[in-house]
Nanobody, 117 residues
Framework: QLQASGGGLVQPGGSLRLSCAAS????????MGWYRQAPGKQRGLVAS???????IYADTVKGRFTVSRDNAENTVYVQMDSLKPEDTAVYYC?????????????WGQGTLVTVSS
């Protein structure tokens, strides 16, 4: 189970940090990702971090967002700086793992981020 938190209302140029706490075992073996979905748009990848710590970012957030993970706390974070109105969306965390021929994917509930003055 994934529990996301940290969303809210922030002014343009501001910062927020989202957290996603995972329950259960094996967190360190999962790739963790943050996705977002704005009204009328498809859900898309924001950032992801592999079990080994490699990161991937959407072009629209590179240099502004930083994804990290704390395996001891079973938590993944995304630090969002220099926020823009176009970052407004519901943000979802995701856990994914391939084990043999099986693929395991879990989604958390969304947390709303609103960037507005």
């Amino acid at each position: 189970q994934l529990q996301a938190s940290g969303g809210g209302l922030v002014q343009p140029g501001g910062s927020l940090r989202l957290s996603c706490a995972a329950s259960g075992s094996g967190f360190r073996n999962y790739a963790m990702g943050w996705y977002r979905q704005a009204p009328g748009k498809q859900r898309g990848l924001v950032a992801s971090i592999s079990p080994g710590g490699s990161t991937i970012y959407a072009d629209t957030v590179k240099g502004r967002f930083t994804v990290s993970r704390d395996n001891a706390e079973n938590t993944v974070y995304v630090q969002m700086d220099s926020l823009k109105p176009e970052d407004t969306a519901v943000y979802y965390c995701n856990a994914a793992r391939v084990l043999g021929i099986s693929r395991y994917v879990y989604w958390g509930q969304g947390t709303l981020v609103t960037v507005s003055s």
